[in-house]
């Protein structure tokens, strides 16, 4: 079992699965609501993540993903990405033993920081890691598959409202 949670101890969570992946993101999303230039996710199956203490504050980021953050501190706990309903990825600074997972890669170096520097051989993609990628050779390929003509991107699954601030307190 996996735990983590916010810095001040408000938020706490569980999550009682296998990690799917671990990454480094560098989209241009992750570094305004951090206010750091790249952002470690451990990815796990959704229904394995479950909060044990307090309500986070849900934010809609972006018409395909939601974050959850600390009403009290602000760290952000998680991602759901509304295409992946099936995963959450979360802050691995925010686990309790953070060097558990470590990133097997980059995403969204097209967003990188000019100032700075990759200084590992991990596998390298301009925007998300193509399905099923696992090899270097997948790596830094501009072929970008998005499938932007999916018609049921604009509808948010049920599963995303489980943690809205109902009471408004922010927890």
């Known amino acids: ?6 810095h001040c101890g408000a938020i706490r969570y ?6 799917i992946d ?10 305004q609501t951090t206010g750091a230039p790249v952002l470690a996710w451990s ?4 229904e394995a993540f479950s909060y044990t203490e307090g309500h986070p504050v849900v934010y809609e980021s ?18 759901h990405d509304i ?23 980059h995403i969204y170096t097209v967003d990188q ?8 051989d991990l596998p390298r ?7 099923g990628s696992g090899t270097d050779s997948d790596a830094d390929d501009d072929d970008d598959d998005d499938d932007d003509d999916d018609d049921d991107d604009d509808q948010k699954p049920d599963d995303f409202d489980d943690y809205d601030d109902e009471d408004g307190d922010g927890r």
């Open 14 to 19: 569980r999550v009682d699965g296998d990690l």
């Open 62 to 79: 972006s018409e395909w993903g939601q974050r959850e953050f600390c009403g009290a501190c602000g760290a952000q706990i998680c991602y």
């Open 43 to 46: 990815r796990f199956p959704f």
């Open 83 to 105: 295409d992946d309903a099936e995963t959450v990825e979360v802050n691995t600074a925010t686990l309790d033993e953070p060097e558990t997972f470590e990133p097997e890669y």
């Open 22 to 31: 671990a990454g480094y993101c560098h989209c241009d999303i992750c570094q």
């Open 113 to 120: 920081l000019s100032w700075f520097e990759i200084d590992d």
């Open 1 to 6: 079992m996996i735990e983590g949670g916010c």
């Open 125 to 131: 993609y301009e925007r998300e890691r193509p399905e």
